[in-house]
């Protein structure tokens, strides 16, 4: 029975149209429903539905299902995702359903909300299901672009969106050990509405961002192991480890709608190229930094917090309100008001006052080329923060332009304070690593050891396939702290991440930890990389022996050649183009370095 407040003035009143899915599998929306309003849709027992608001409504919705030939509601929901809501039933008729999407409190009806109805078949046979899901930020469809899926070398399966929707999810039945090939279709126009992620039981398997790459872009192999959350999805927050400046260069937006009306602040609704982070100070006093793009670029940024000592991004997740400092002001404005595209908080110049109290939130919302402000302030800067030892502070920094152009950060520290190295995640877990040349050290202590865990050491070069490197069981008394050092740490951006196994059988994830190891003679070099004709490939010397494999991207091996010298040539004029996965073993079969390599 639905709350008494959630009743609006037009409560149960016809939607314009059926919000039936067209196929199943298969989505469609009911757009600008307003509090009050309820679809008919036609469903089939058995079938799996789910009926979402989640993804920028405006307002508080709450999501109540009926048999529409009468009886007591079937389902419901309020704020599963935020303020919004979603409910997820096993159809147990064939015949019409009635959903109800209220407003909480009734405000009179000046919003309104978009209902996504998604039809999944019963699985047969399948061991897990993946979503691939379409977006169109202009909802003028794709036109003639489309993504293709094969599974296990079968026929390309094509999938579009048409004018109307801002987006659909399409199922994916998959097996363990299925091989699965997406490519793209970039033939129609506005490439830059266009995007698609495919995704495994909320985890971001894949994100194609915008404008998509035509071609071959994904290839992978089923474990249906649900993936850890992305960098770009608030619950995949990037833990910032000690004062260090960081680099990034983010290309898509996630696969979580993270960024509401309750919560952006000076940003926008629509979430762009970003990438959230996590800190937290191990001292107090006076916090500042500056973002600096790479190139003339717009960046954007907001700070939520603080949040309690060892809150973690599974706890605080979405920001719940408003950001306590941020900065939207166009790129241009920022320049012509600077000198320099760099935004940020705690200038001695352009942030008066340069820091100030996290109960005074500080924020400029977007403008012109022009800037409105009037000196000493200064368009894309506001104070730094005054922070405690053991706050926890939620960050996103965003490519508003989205034109893969990075950015450096660097902190400015004062009175004494700075940034703890990791940040208390589940369990009492907390996991860091850091590069060291050619070595990366791997810590973790745990609060609460369970006996019988055993905690295996997981490395990426993708952050989505991930290979276990080492294995250490737990003591089982107590608060304990454990350190390995990955000795042979592959080149370029590199994630790590623990899997603990208990004695009950039961398998969970630590946060991630992305380190940066520069290239070197140990690494797998490849140049000219994208190619055509021939790629010169540079193995480690350690590799003298051994063999070099090129699989393509339904995992078959192509090309197989002996390391027999320093520097070698592949005549690459027969293969087809695509990506290449390359791999090096040693004497003994075991591999000891990888990379990929594109032919264009």
């Known amino acids: 029975m639905l709350q008494a407040a ?3 003035p037009n409560d149960n009143a016809l939607y314009a149209v059926n919000a039936t899915p067209p196929s199943c599998p298969g989505s469609i929306t009911a757009a600008c429903m307003y509090g009050g309003e309820y679809v008919l849709v036609n469903v089939v027992a058995g079938n799996t539905y789910t009926f979402s608001t ?53 405000l009179g ?45 079968g026929a390309f399966q094509n999938y579009t969106l048409p004018s109307g929707p801002a987006s659909t999810s399409i199922p ?22 266009n995007s698609y992620t495919l995704t495994l039981g909320g985890g971001l398997l894949f994100s194609s961002g915008s404008p998509p790459v ?7 192999t089923v474990t249906c192991q649900p993936p850890p959350a ?93 950001p306590i400092r941020c900065a ?24 008066p006052p340069q820091f100030a109290s996290t109960a005074t939130s500080y924020g400029l919302p977007s403008t012109t080329d022009i800037c409105p402000l009037v000196a000493p302030q200064r368009c894309g800067w506001v104070p730094g923060l005054q922070v405690a030892a053991g706050q926890v502070y939620l960050m996103y920094i965003s490519n508003w332009t989205q034109t893969n152009t990075g950015f450096s950060l660097n902190w400015n520290l004062q009175n004494g304070a700075s940034l703890e190295c990791v940040i208390l995640g589940f369990d009492g877990l907390a996991f860091s690593a850091e590069a060291h040349e050619r070595a990366v050290s791997l810590n973790w202590s745990a609060a609460e050891a369970k006996p019988g865990r055993i905690y295996e050491v997981q490395r990426s070069v993708n952050g989505a396939a991930y290979d276990a490197i080492d294995a250490v069981a737990s003591t089982g008394l107590g608060t304990q702290h454990y350190a390995i050092i990955d000795q042979q740490p592959l080149a370029g951006d590199i994630t790590y991440r623990l899997r603990l196994l208990d004695a009950d059988g039961a398998t969970s ?25 021939h790629v010169e490939i540079y193995p480690p010397t350690s590799a003298l022996g051994g063999t070099l494999l090129f699989r393509d991207a339904m995992a078959r091996t192509v090309v197989r050649m002996p390391v027999d010298a320093n520097t070698l040539r592949l005549d690459a004029a027969l293969l087809n183009l695509g990506i290449y996965a390359v791999e090096v073993r040693d004497a003994t079969g075991a591999r000891i370095a990888q990379a990929k390599w594109v032919k264009e």
Do not use: K
Request: glycine fraction near 12%; charge should be negative.
């Open 6 to 8: 959630a009743q609006c």
């Open 109 to 153: 009806n000046f919003s309104c909300a978009n209902l996504t109805v998604t039809c999944v078949p019963p699985l047969v046979n399948s061991d897990c299901l993946y979503m691939l899901t379409l977006y169109d930020s202009f909802s003028d469809g794709w036109g003639t672009s489309f993504v293709g899926v094969s599974i296990n070398g």
């Open 328 to 351: 939207a002001s166009s790129g241009p404005a920022t320049f012509n008001n600077t000198g320099s595209y760099a935004t940020g908080m705690g200038h001695a110049t352009y942030s």
């Open 214 to 220: 035509a071609g071959t872009v994904y290839a992978a």
């Open 509 to 533: 994830y630590s946060e991630e930890r992305l380190v940066r190891i520069a290239a070197d003679e140990a690494t797998l070099f490849m140049f000219p990389n994208p190619g055509s004709t």
């Open 172 to 193: 994916l039945p998959v097996n363990i050990g299925d091989v699965i090939v997406l490519n793209y279709n970039a033939s129609g126009t506005w490439q830059t509405d």
């Open 54 to 106: 989640c993804g920028g409504t405006a307002f508080d919705t709450q999501i109540t299902i009926y048999n529409n030939a009468g009886g007591a509601s079937l389902g419901y929901n309020d704020d599963a995702c935020g303020f919004q809501s979603t409910v997820t039933w096993v159809a147990t008729f064939t015949g019409q359903l009635r959903v109800l999407v209220d407003e909480y409190p009734c």
């Open 230 to 322: 992305a960098l770009e999805d608030c619950i995949g927050a990037m833990t910032i480890c000690s004062n260090v400046a960081l680099n990034n260069n983010t290309n898509n937006t996630g696969a979580v709608v993270d960024i509401n009306p309750g919560n952006s602040g000076c940003l926008d609704i629509q979430e762009f190229q970003g990438t959230w982070y996590i800190f937290s100070p191990s001292a107090g006093g006076d916090l500042g930094l500056t973002i600096q793009p790479d190139g003339p670029d717009d960046y954007d940024w907001a700070i939520w917090g603080p949040y309690p000592s060892g809150s973690s991004p599974g706890s605080i997740c979405p920001p719940a309100g408003p």
